[in-house]
């Protein structure tokens, strides 16, 4: 794995203080399932794991998307709505696909130097949040 795909786990790690699941791609970098995350009580399950692959292009390539769990739904049971794509997604690292909803957040105009993927995660959890 890549020194730089090393040092954003740790961030991730020292960010949110969770548990994650590491599976190494063939490339350099790593499939990222970090567990137990708070996405608000507006959701059921209030709680999900958000997976990602951090790719060897980083810190050069944006994270995403970010995939969380296959039975998200709204506890008003309004539909998730813009961004959200769960219709034949999975959460694909080489241990196995797993059904997910798709979180498609990208960030087009990213400064690499700026953004790093515990910040990325941040983000798509306080996007997820504020819906």
Not at 88 to 98: D, L, M
Request: charged fraction near 30%; charge should be neutral; glycine fraction near 6%.
């Amino acid at each position: 794995m890549k020194a730089e795909i090393e040092t954003a786990i740790q961030e991730i790690r020292d960010a949110f203080g969770c548990a994650l699941e590491i599976e190494r791609d063939a490339d350099g970098g790593a499939f990222v399932k970090a567990l137990n995350l708070e996405l608000g009580p507006q959701y059921e399950p209030d709680r999900s794991w958000v997976a990602f692959r951090i790719t060897y292009q980083y810190p050069f390539a944006d994270v995403y998307p970010h995939m969380v769990v296959p039975n998200l739904r709204r506890r008003d049971g309004k539909a998730l709505g813009e961004a959200f794509h769960s219709e034949n997604q999975a959460w694909e690292p080489p241990s196995g696909r797993q059904p997910a909803v798709m979180v498609s957040r990208s960030s087009k105009h990213r400064d690499p130097a700026v953004e790093t993927a515990a910040i990325k995660l941040a983000k798509v959890l306080d996007w997820i949040r504020t819906r």
